[in-house]
């Protein structure tokens, strides 16, 4: 066993209200710059739909992720050593701007400087990639609160595979439509496929916290990440002919602080935290042949960390003690191992994903006060589960590559919660037997509670520092250099170079700046800063 830990993440989609927010927040922090107008390392994808880059979950199209070879061994979708290095200098594989969108502005000076007239000036679009006058057909929001529904909404890829297995559950009638959020960012993989495919070894995965980084000075614009990436999470700057994704926010996670678009979500549904695992498992949880054991599977490579064997085995390797004891407090552990209600995306790409979704469970309850029913009696909505207007399937695709009863034994557990709490709330006395029947004490019903509903910020964010080594690490500053995007001096504010319009560099000064300390500190203080 070796034991290694991982930042990871858990989002409730009860609480996704959609507004987009943590997509703003995340694009003006880290994709602000020249040649990445259309890049978004965080969006917000209305379901049913085809999501951003179109219908990126059709991997028999874009070939990501792992698949089992006639041996039983994991294998690159986007083919062996050999068919990549023949695909390396036109990869044909991977999204065009088209699949994305093409980001415009608009001509706003028609509007100011439009000379008097019976006629009103108009703002039209134009694209900000040629400056050519353009018509809007496609952006990353398209699908945004059913948009095109039911028009487009039968090309989410979901839909199909739902209607393979459940005729026709998923219906697209106004009256029987369902809709519902889902954010996604970079999934950190354990076992990413990005990191195989890529011919410069650019991308790799940090052993501290198993972030997964693109290292800008090696990064030779093969794209073949951007293939391998099933979720389709890494980008292409044209203007630096580097790969770009993701950071997890490393700078602000490295001094305690969470993720941008975590701390600025309206709905507080995001959870950060440790998790333990046997590295030795993953390459063995990834090869599990068949596809609805994954879950499973993966499960099993977290490892316990109130077992005195896993916080002895976890020391012995180089685990700090900070971390471990911030796994004992993370709330992803509790969410994905103590009470299972978080389901990984798509765990049938083999990727091991990292970032987990608690599935949404209001619908039901909506729809059952609308009837006239009790919408939070723990009876009408066991018994309404099966019929929710999401489709179980439907969910079942997104986070168990179909396998039902996960889905079903998570709903089921939310649903005894709300029941138990209700009773709890109106001085009722909770029946014992709603807790036990989905394997839950009534403590744990109210804990776990207390953490979806009412955990304060400490709680919601259990992020250690021990791992960031001397002071001067944590200023921005000194960020590692081949980390660095867009800094001045940074790859992607450098001058013309071989591989983009601006992959070049001059040697700027860096300036200092506050240590994020300091900004952490004004995060958690109500009094006044000192002058």
Not at 162 to 168: G, H, K, P
Not at 303 to 332: C, F, K, N, T, Y
Not at 470 to 490: I, K, N, Y
Request: with cysteine; charged share 25%.
């Amino acid at each position: 066993m070796r034991v290694m830990a991982q930042l990871a993440m858990v989002m409730n989609l009860d609480k996704c209200i959609g507004c987009h927010t943590c997509s703003v927040t995340c694009k003006q922090t880290w994709t602000n710059r020249s040649g990445v107008e259309y890049v978004w390392f965080n969006n917000v994808e209305t379901r049913p739909g085809q999501g951003y880059p179109r219908r990126w979950e059709d991997q028999d199209h874009w070939r990501g992720g792992w698949q089992l070879n006639k041996r039983g061994q994991l294998t690159p979708r986007s083919g062996g050593r050999l068919k990549r290095l023949a695909t390396l200098f036109a990869n044909p594989v991977q999204p065009t701007v088209k699949d994305y969108y093409e980001p415009w502005t608009y001509e706003y000076r028609n509007l100011t400087n439009a000379p008097l007239g019976d006629d009103y000036p108009v703002a039209r679009p134009r694209s900000l990639l040629s400056d050519k006058p353009m018509k809007i057909e496609w952006s990353a929001n398209w699908d945004d609160n059913l948009g095109g529904l039911p028009e487009k909404a039968e090309l989410d890829p979901m839909v199909a595979a739902t209607r393979q297995r459940a005729s026709e559950k998923v219906r697209f009638a106004f009256e029987d439509s369902f809709m519902f959020y889902l954010p996604r960012i970079c999934e950190h993989c354990l076992n990413p496929s990005c990191v195989a495919v890529c011919p410069s070894g650019a991308l790799y995965k940090r052993s501290e916290d198993g972030i997964v980084l693109v290292d800008q000075d090696r990064c030779r614009g093969w794209r073949q990440c951007v293939t391998g990436c099933p979720y389709k999470k890494i980008y292409f700057n044209h203007r630096t002919g580097k790969a770009e994704k993701c950071t997890f926010c490393y700078p602000r996670t490295e001094v305690g602080l969470p993720t941008v678009c975590s701390e600025t979500c309206v709905g507080r549904l995001r959870y950060l935290g440790v998790l333990l695992y046997d590295a030795d498992k993953v390459a063995a949880a990834a090869a599990t042949r068949n596809e609805q054991d994954l879950y499973e599977a993966q499960l099993g490579l977290f490892l316990d960390p109130e077992d005195p064997q896993v916080r002895a085995a976890a020391a012995r390797d180089g685990v700090a003690h900070d971390w471990i004891e911030a796994a004992r407090r993370s709330p992803v552990h509790a969410l994905i191992s103590k009470y299972r209600v978080a389901l990984p995306l798509h765990p049938e790409y083999r990727t091991m994903p990292m970032v987990w979704y608690v599935p949404p469970l209001s619908p039901v309850v909506e729809a059952l006060t609308e009837t006239g029913f009790d919408g939070e009696d723990a009876d009408n909505l066991f018994g309404a589960i099966d019929t929710l207007r999401i489709p179980l399937e439907y969910l079942a695709e997104l986070f168990t590559a179909g396998d039902v009863q996960p889905v079903r034994s998570a709903l089921e557990k939310l649903a005894a919660m709300r029941a138990h709490m209700r009773q709890t709330t109106f001085g009722q006395t909770p029946d014992a037997r709603t807790a036990g029947s989905v394997g839950l004490s009534a403590t744990e019903l109210e804990d776990m509670y207390r953490l979806l509903a009412l955990a304060k910020y400490d709680e919601r964010y259990v992020i250690p520092t021990a791992a960031v080594g001397d002071a001067e690490r944590l200023e921005e500053s000194a960020v590692p250099e081949h980390c660095r995007l867009d800094e001045q001096g940074g790859p992607g504010m450098g001058g013309s170079g071989p591989f983009g319009d601006r992959s070049g560099r001059k040697a700027l000064p860096l300036v200092s700046v506050e240590a994020f300390h300091g900004l952490r500190a004004r995060h958690r203080t109500e009094q006044e800063e000192p002058e």
